[in-house]
């Protein structure tokens, strides 16, 4: 339920348009039920009143139905345009703080997540979400106003009659919906977690397709599947059983209270406690009276699945971090030390210990040593996305936990193991997230990444399509790409991860030689198992386990 108070809290700044749906839902349902009252009435009286030979006043009713019609027809179409409009705002900022959430959640809790899982928060749990208003506030509190409205009208006439429609009302308004809701509890955790079960298995039988049918595990993969369907098929199941037996039983009610109403109603005027017109006119409301709590019950059977996922998406909130104050970078090219800093993995009884050292200002260092070591859980340690267990990380001697994580992006230019390529042009790959980059700013990082002949012998150079994920390169082109990317990115500090990996030793070797000849001022950090190039560093630390 806490949850549900955040939703509430990320819809402050759209309140106004969120009053604005809730009223012109009243509006219109209480516009339907008077309409429907008064043309019951209206054409009774008229009947009445032809049989008789009497005249009356028929303007005044003529002109409440045409107001209710318009009312109920413009107001239907303008509720529909504000309330999807205040939706499509609160779904902005929901994104806005699950991405934000995401970004600086500690990376070794993220690692736990499959990322088909993290996907199907992003889009299966926020599409969940957006019903939080359209579906579950606006039927509720509108739902609500139009019962209360509808038991004030009713209690002027006999309290006989008024006890009858208000019983049906209450049974139908809120004893249904709460007994649903309760039920829907029981589903609600499963129409979830079946949903991202099945994507996960999806995702994972697509990605090893090649190993599965090398291994002859296809039908494992496939009845693992079929598994999660099922449950899926099952939960989803269960949930609209209970929406139709709702439905019928609260239409049961209806019919019900209609029908001893008509009989109440019927001994009222047989005793002229009650005119013809208004024998009809109550019948009918007791009838249209329903219409106000009709999306009570489906409101609170929803409410249990946006519950299961506000917690997904909620998950991710930061936590409150020990260093809170921050500080600010002051060098244009900062020094860097680590001094007796230790990690431990989640669920890991082994604590990798990093060895101590200082990186200068414009200094060439490398980091070499076996895998496994904690070569490049050190970049992760270095831009605070994990938390270290003991010793200190500084930055131009500020402690980096107590420094803001975008001047850590903006301090570090980090080319990883594993290069993302985007679907795009080699162009667009290479200057992703630089502004202004020049020509020959571009010809000179592929002259350093040894990738200026491969692209000249493309056909349309720069301008190349790759494909998605790069399928049309090889590993070390794309390892190459992201250390051209890297270095048209201006940062002070240059952190390369394995830049050699899957290239040849003379290739490795005039990269690493062009790359450290580089003029351009700036600290360089190299981490690899196969060290090439030794005469150009300035240092070079050994990791040992």
């Known amino acids: 339920m806490r949850n549900l108070l955040k939703l509430l809290v990320l819809f402050k700044p759209y309140w106004g348009w969120a009053a604005a749906g809730v009223i012109l839902s009243v509006l219109t349902i209480m516009a339907n039920i008077a309409l429907m009252t008064t043309s019951a009435w209206f054409i009774t009286a008229m009947a009445g009143a032809g049989i008789a030979g009497a005249s009356m006043n028929y303007f005044t009713p003529a002109?409440?139905?045409?107001?209710?019609?318009?009312?109920?027809?413009?107001?239907?179409?303008?509720?529909?345009?504000?309330?999807?409009?205040?939706?499509?705002?609160?779904?902005?900022?929901?994104?806005?703080?699950?991405?934000?959430?995401?970004?600086?959640?500690?990376?070794?809790?993220?690692?736990?997540?499959?990322?088909?899982?993290?996907?199907?928060?992003?889009?299966?749990?926020?599409?969940?979400?957006?019903?939080?208003?359209?579906?579950?506030?606006?039927?509720?509190?509108?739902?609500?106003?139009?019962?209360?409205?509808?038991?004030?009208?009713?209690?002027?006439?006999?309290?006989?009659?008024?006890?009858?429609?208000?019983?049906?009302?209450?049974?139908?308004g809120l004893v249904v919906p709460f007994i649903a809701f309760l039920f829907a509890r029981r589903y609600a955790q499963n129409i979830i977690t079946s949903a991202k079960d099945l994507k996960c298995q999806s995702v994972d039988l697509l990605d090893g397709l090649g190993e599965l049918i090398s291994y002859q595990a296809l039908s494992y993969a496939k009845e693992k599947i079929n598994t999660a369907h099922t449950a899926r098929l099952r939960a989803l199941k269960s949930a609209q059983t209970l929406d139709v037996v709702t439905k019928n039983i609260i239409w049961l009610i209806s019919q019900l209270t209609f029908i001893a109403t008509l009989i109440c109603?019927?001994?009222?005027?047989?005793?002229?406690?009650?005119?013809?017109?208004?024998?009809?006119?109550?019948?009918?409301?007791?009838?249209?009276?329903?219409?106000?709590?009709?999306?009570?019950?489906p409101a609170l059977q929803t409410i249990p699945e946006i519950m299961v996922s506000a917690d997904r998406v909620f998950r991710f909130e930061p936590k409150e971090k020990v260093c809170s104050v921050l500080s600010e970078i002051e060098q244009t090219i900062p020094d860097l030390s680590v001094e007796g800093v230790e990690f431990l993995?989640?669920?890991?009884?082994?604590?990798?210990?990093?060895?101590?050292?200082?990186?200068?200002?414009?200094?060439k260092m490398m980091f070499t040593g076996p895998s496994g070591v904690g070569k490049s859980t050190l970049i992760d340690l270095l831009t605070n996305?994990?938390?270290?267990?003991?010793?200190?990380?500084?930055?131009?001697?500020?402690?980096?936990?107590?420094?803001d994580q975008d001047?850590?992006?903006?301090?570090?230019?980090?080319?990883?193991?594993?290069?993302?390529i985007f679907s795009g042009t080699i162009r667009d790959n290479l200057i992703l997230g630089s502004v202004d980059i020049r020509q020959d700013e571009i010809e000179q990082a592929l002259d350093i990444s040894q990738l200026k002949e491969f692209i000249d012998r493309l056909p349309g150079g720069l301008?190349?399509?790759?494909?998605?994920?790069?399928?049309?390169?090889?590993?070390?082109?794309?390892?190459?790409?992201?250390?051209?990317?890297?270095?048209?990115?201006s940062a002070p500090i240059l952190i390369l991860d394995e830049p050699t990996e899957g290239l040849d030793i003379m290739t490795a070797e005039r990269m690493i030689e062009a790359l450290l000849k580089d003029k351009k001022e700036r600290s360089v950090v190299i981490i690899t198992h196969?060290?090439?190039?030794?005469?150009y560093f300035d240092k070079v630390i050994r990791f040992k386990f």
């Open 385 to 403: 996305s994990r938390s270290i267990e003991k010793g200190t990380i500084r930055l131009g001697g500020k402690d980096v936990c107590t420094i």
């Open 463 to 489: 301008e190349t399509e790759i494909g998605e994920t790069g399928y049309n390169l090889s590993g070390g082109q794309i390892r190459r790409i992201g250390l051209a990317r890297a270095l048209l990115k």
């Open 265 to 297: 109603v019927l001994f009222l005027f047989q005793d002229g406690q009650v005119l013809q017109p208004d024998l009809v006119m109550l019948s009918m409301f007791a009838l249209a009276s329903f219409e106000s709590v009709a999306a009570i019950a």
């Open 63 to 172: 002109a409440i139905i045409r107001g209710c019609a318009i009312i109920r027809t413009a107001g239907r179409y303008v509720e529909r345009l504000i309330t999807h409009e205040a939706t499509f705002r609160f779904l902005g900022s929901l994104r806005q703080k699950l991405f934000t959430d995401l970004e600086s959640h500690p990376l070794e809790k993220i690692e736990k997540f499959h990322s088909a899982d993290i996907s199907s928060r992003i889009q299966f749990d926020i599409d969940q979400l957006q019903a939080y208003y359209i579906k579950i506030i606006v039927p509720l509190v509108a739902g609500v106003i139009s019962l209360m409205c509808c038991l004030a009208f009713v209690f002027q006439y006999h309290l006989q009659l008024s006890l009858i429609i208000s019983a049906g009302l209450i049974s139908a």
């Open 530 to 535: 196969m060290p090439v190039a030794l005469d």
């Open 345 to 363: 993995y989640e669920g890991s009884s082994h604590i990798l210990k990093i060895p101590d050292f200082t990186l200068a200002r414009s200094e």
């Open 407 to 420: 001047q850590l992006l903006q301090t570090f230019t980090i080319a990883p193991q594993k290069i993302e």
